[in-house]
Every structure is written in structure tokens, then in C-alpha cells.
């Protein structure tokens, strides 16, 4: 067997075991991608100037940088004052508030990263169902398409675009201008909406967010605090050799020793003498603590009184982000009580509420916790980025005063790379500097704004994309795909690839998807004979298209744990979405991006 034809079979295996794994997740996509290009590193299917070539591609600078600039509007709050002229325009019909969903975050996917938008705007969907007879539920999916058709209006809407025109340009052909694929993009918005306009209202479900669904179930609990007396027998003791772990009614949330709240595990932890523990408990559960012997209520320690201290307590519904330092960790893990001194009654994920054990249920993207607590610890939560309110927006204090200064740096980005002024990569590293220079964001900001996992996996799908080619690989595949479809011609042969980027799409990430396609669609146009720009376009939109799951792009991810869906509800709105647009790619694309003979 030859050198070449082993790097050739390596290349395939890793084609399949990479597809794999993103579907059954059994890495972390990053993870995945990052370790196909240690394998074809060590392997010596690509060489190590071939592998560092790969980080010299543009387009991950640039995607980091309008991750920036979209940090910067949201910092100033550019797009929370949008949010908020929306709740205004709303009204109290579905109708016109999905027109004012519409109207106001179009515009603002075409122009940043569109997580951010729908991160905003979903509090104000929750607020407005609160206020008035609509269901969030009937609102949410609209909102994630609409933020996904808005991506397709520009070249910097959604990174996809940027990956595949960095292909583009590494393969010598033109770059793709600002607003070249918008006249598409607009065909794209306008079915896209005049769709959901026609028929959301008889395909999407009206189901109740997580603190509506199982509200009823939760009976009223009061946060309380007992200490534990000098003489008491729990002294030295664990939860589980004491009376208290067959106290069901109440739940310790937090032990403080010393003035300082105990680290330790409360599996684990053996009470000493002055514990003061804070407890969750309803009446029935305050019964039993007053009748445990050497337990005694603080208001009873301090005071003398015979009283039951019970704090304002609020009930709250949070999401993690996609960039949460939580995912993949347990409640346990993250001693989630006793860091923030509230409770967590539930955990929503995939239209289910996990009420038992979901304490030791890794936490993925996407999953709503339902959390309970007094004020001051629903705050102190709420400054976290890695916990996302969907009751009410994050209480953070806006640089509204630096809000033009974040307008400029992404009309920069705009213009500059609009009359070519400048390369696109050159005029987004100056302004994303810009934006953090002025102090549109702080530095640690900037660089918390950047989703490092999106371009750990970006690289090494890069680096796997350079192998198919090298190796032939893409050549091979795309030699199958013409044999089996190239004679009915470049328009069905392009409809097939639009369609595969699409199935795909939904099921592993859009990024993933474009990074492997592109490849094998410009191996296709050449062996047709005509230029690759349509078909180029056709990953472009194929990969935007995400509408049948809430897995294949972050926003359906996103809004599918805030509106209590069911994984079934995407693809019943969702698959004739994808098919009316593979429709309208197949007919336009060719009209506006020609098979010119190559």
C-alpha cells in the first residue's frame, strides 16, 4: 500500500469518525476538530508548515473580531434600547408583535453576531407574555429565524459566510463584497417571514415556559435559618446520620461557620457547635426543624423569641449561555447552592423538567433552571455571564455614553470593507481595537466576548478540509456526487449540494459543516466544468438554512430551553421552512451567480 493511499484512507476514516462524534456527541465539537488535526499532524497526512498554515486563514480573525464589536453593542446598550422600543411596537397580537420581532432584529443579525440579539430580546418576549394574554412560546422560534434570515443578508451576518469566503480567497478567486449575496439574502427573508406570517399561528405549539409548568407543583417554601446548639446531638455529625436527611419538607442550602460559608460538600460536611444553617422548608418542614432537638431558629438564638425568621424569597427562571463555564458540570460539581445561596427546584431540558437527580445531570447549552432565593442572591447570580435571566434583563449598568463610539466601529467594518478600502480582516481588527480602546468594552470583556470553542473547532475543521484536498479526498467525493447526479446538469447537481449543506446542518454544526463542504463543492464545480461561485453561495445559504432542529444552530439551541419546546415542534414548522428556501436557493442562485464556463 502507498504512502498516498494510506493518508487517503486515514483522511476518510477521520471524514467519518469526526461526523460521528459531533452527532453523538461524545466530545466536545472543539475537542473533536482539534483532535483530527492532531491526527493528521502526527500521522503525516499534513505537515507542520501545512498545519500552522492553517491559522494564517482570515476568516477566524474576523469572526473573533465581530465577536467583539457585537460585545461592544451589547455592552453600550445598543441592542437592549432596541429590545426595549420593541416591547412599545409589540402590542397584544401575535401578529404584529413577530412584525416588530421582525422589523427590529433583521436589521441587526445582517449586521452582528446574531446570539447576542436573541440573548436580549428573549426577556422582553418572556415580559410581554407575562403581560398580556401571548404565549412566549409562539413567539421565541420566530425570533431565532428571524435572526438566522437576517445573517444572510450580509457577509459578516453569520460566520459561516466568512468560512466560506476565506475558502474563497485561499483558492484565488474573488472575494465576495459586503453586500453581494443580499439580493438573495432579502428573497430569503421575505419567504421566510411572509411564511411564519401565513402559518406559525397554526404550527406552533402555545405551551407554558418552565415556572408556569410546574408552578402548580411547587408548594410555598420559606428560607429560615437554624443554628446549632453547643449541646447538640448533631454535633460531629453528617447530614445523613441525623434527622435531617429524612426531613423531605426542608432542604439545607448553605452552611455558614465562622461568618463564612462552608466550601465543603454538605454530603460530606459534620456540623460543629454555632452552624448556622439556611434552609429551604416548607411549614411542615419548619414543624419538624423546631421539634429536632439541639436545633434551634436564629431569631430564637439572637432574640429569645419564639419566631420564624422567613426572608423574602423570589422565583426565577435563568438559561445557560453558550459560553457559561457551567456546561459539562453537575450541579454538585459547581455547589451551586452554597456559591450563591439559592435553590434549584428544576431543570428544563428538551421540553422535559428534571425533577429527580438532576442534581447529577452534566449541564449542557441551553438547559433553564428554575431558581429560588432571596434578592440579594438573585443578583449576585445575575452578574454572572454564565447564568442568563429569562425573567427579567440583567440589572448590569450600560456605557449608553460609548454607544456611538460602538456604531461607528461596526459602520467601519461596513463601509471599509464595502468599497474595498481595505481587506475585511484588516478593517475588523482596527475597529474590534477601537471598540475596547474607547472603553466600549474592558479588555477582559473583548475577551470574554470571543467563543473560543467556535474557533478551536474552525481550526481544526480547517485543517481537516486542507486534507481532503491534498489527499484527493474531496476530488473522490466529489467525483460520486457528479457520477451520480452530474448528468442531469450544474443547476440539479448545485440544488444537491444546497441540500446536503442543509440535512447536514442540522444535525452537527453549521461552522463544521461549511468547513467540510466547501471543499468538496469547488472539487464538484470543476469536475463540471463551470466557475464555483454558485455553488460556493449554495453552502453559504444550505449552512444558514437551520430551521428542522434546535441543534443545528445556537439560537434554536437557545430559545428551545427558554419557550418549554419539544423537539418535535422545530421540525413541524422548521422542515417546510427548509424545503420552501431549498426551493427558492435552487431557482435564484444560478440567476444571480451564473454557470460560467470555466
Known amino acids: 500500500m502507498s504512502v498516498h493511499t494510506l493518508h487517503l484512507i486515514i483522511v476518510f476514516c477521520l471524514v467519518v469518525a469526526v461526523f460521528t462524534a459531533f452527532l453523538r456527541e461524545w466530545l466536545s465539537p472543539d475537542l473533536v476538530a482539534l483532535s483530527a488535526m492532531g491526527v493528521l499532524l502526527v500521522s503525516g497526512v499534513l505537515t507542520a508548515d501545512e498545519t500552522l498554515s492553517i491559522f494564517s486563514n482570515s476568516a477566524p480573525v474576523v469572526i473573533s473580531c465581530m465577536f467583539v464589536l457585537s460585545a461592544g453593542l451589547e455592552r453600550t446598550g445598543v441592542i437592549d434600547s432596541l429590545a426595549r422600543i420593541f416591547t412599545r411596537m409589540a402590542g397584544t397580537t401575535e401578529r404584529r408583535a413577530a412584525l416588530a420581532l421582525a422589523a ?7 449586521l452582528t453576531n446574531h446570539m447576542p440579539v436573541v440573548v436580549v430580546f428573549v426577556p422582553m418576549v418572556l415580559a410581554l407574555a407575562r403581560s398580556t394574554n401571548l404565549r412566549a412560546s409562539r413567539l421565541l422560534i420566530p425570533l431565532s429565524y428571524f435572526s438566522i434570515f437576517g445573517g444572510t443578508i450580509t457577509l459578516i451576518g453569520t ?21 453581494e449575496i443580499t439580493p438573495l439574502g432579502i428573497i430569503f427573508t421575505v419567504v421566510g417571514v411572509g411564511y411564519l406570517l401565513a402559518f406559525a399561528r397554526y404550527l406552533l405549539p402555545k405551551r407554558e415556559t418552565l415556572a408556569a409548568l410546574i408552578g402548580a407543583e411547587i408548594p410555598r417554601q420559606f428560607l429560615t435559618q437554624a443554628v446549632i446548639s453547643k449541646a447538640s446531638p448533631l454535633v460531629g455529625k453528617t447530614i445523613a446520620e441525623t434527622p435531617l436527611s429524612r426531613l423531605r419538607e426542608a432542604q439545607i442550602i448553605t452552611v455558614v461557620r465562622g461568618g463564612e460559608h462552608l466550601e465543603t460538600p454538605l454530603s460530606s460536611l459534620r456540623f460543629a457547635a454555632g452552624d448556622q444553617l439556611l434552609i ?17 431558629f436564629q431569631s430564637e438564638a439572637d432574640l429569645g423569641l419564639d419566631a420564624i425568621g422567613e426572608p423574602p424569597s423570589i422565583l426565577m427562571e435563568g438559561i445557560l449561555g453558550n459560553r457559561s463555564t457551567f456546561l459539562g458540570k453537575t450541579l454538585h460539581e ?16 428538551q421540553g422535559e423538567n428534571l425533577r429527580e437527580h438532576f442534581q447529577d445531570v452534566e449541564l449542557t447549552f441551553g438547559d433553564t433552571l428554575l431558581v429560588q432565593g432571596p434578592p440579594e442572591a438573585i443578583h449576585r447570580l445575575m452578574q454572572e455571564r454564565d447564568f442568563l435571566s429569562l425573567t427579567e434583563p440583567t440589572q448590569r449598568a450600560f456605557r449608553r455614553h460609548k454607544a456611538p463610539l460602538a456604531i461607528l466601529g461596526i459602520l467601519s467594518v461596513i463601509v471599509f470593507a464595502a468599497f474595498h478600502v481595505l481587506p475585511i480582516a484588516a478593517v475588523a481588527l482596527v475597529a474590534a481595537i477601537f471598540v475596547v480602546l474607547t472603553r466600549c468594552l474592558d479588555i477582559e470583556e473583548a475577551r470574554g466576548a470571543i467563543q473560543w470553542r467556535i474557533l478551536y473547532m474552525i481550526f481544526g475543521m480547517l485543517a481537516l478540509g486542507a486534507a481532503m484536498e491534498k489527499t484527493g479526498a474531496a476530488h473522490l467525493i466529489a467525483s460520486g456526487v457528479t457520477g451520480a447526479v452530474g448528468h442531469f446538469g450544474p443547476r440539479v447537481t448545485l440544488s444537491v449540494i444546497y441540500l446536503l449543506a ?14 467540510l463542504i466547501t471543499p468538496i463543492a469547488f472539487e464538484i464545480a470543476a469536475t463540471l466544468g463551470v466557475d464555483a461561485r454558485p455553488f460556493a453561495v449554495a453552502v453559504m445559504f444550505g449552512c444558514a438554512a437551520s430551521f428542522a432542529t434546535p441543534i443545528g444552530h445556537q439560537t434554536n439551541t437557545y430559545v428551545f430551553g427558554a419557550g418549554g419546546y419539544r423537539f418535535a415542534d422545530f421540525p413541524k414548522i422548521g422542515v417546510p421552512l427548509n424545503v420552501i428556501l431549498w426551493i427558492v436557493g435552487s431557482i435564484f442562485i444560478p440567476i444571480f451567480w451564473p454557470f460560467v464556463p470555466k
Open 334 to 349: 459547581l455547589n451551586f447552592e452554597q456559591r450563591y445561596g439559592v435553590l434549584i427546584l428544576a431543570v428544563h431540558r
Open 104 to 110: 427590529l432584529t433583521l436589521p441587526l443579525s445582517a
Open 280 to 296: 429551604e422548608s416548607s411549614i411542615a418542614g419548619v414543624k419538624g426543624i423546631k421539634e429536632m432537638s439541639g436545633l434551634v
Open 502 to 515: 442543509t440535512l447536514l446542518t442540522e444535525l452537527i454544526s453549521n461552522n463544521a459543516v461549511a468547513l
Open 159 to 179: 460566520s459561516t459566510n466568512l468560512l466560506v469566503d476565506g475558502i474563497v480567497r485561499r483558492r484565488g478567486l474573488a472575494p465576495f463584497g459586503m453586500f
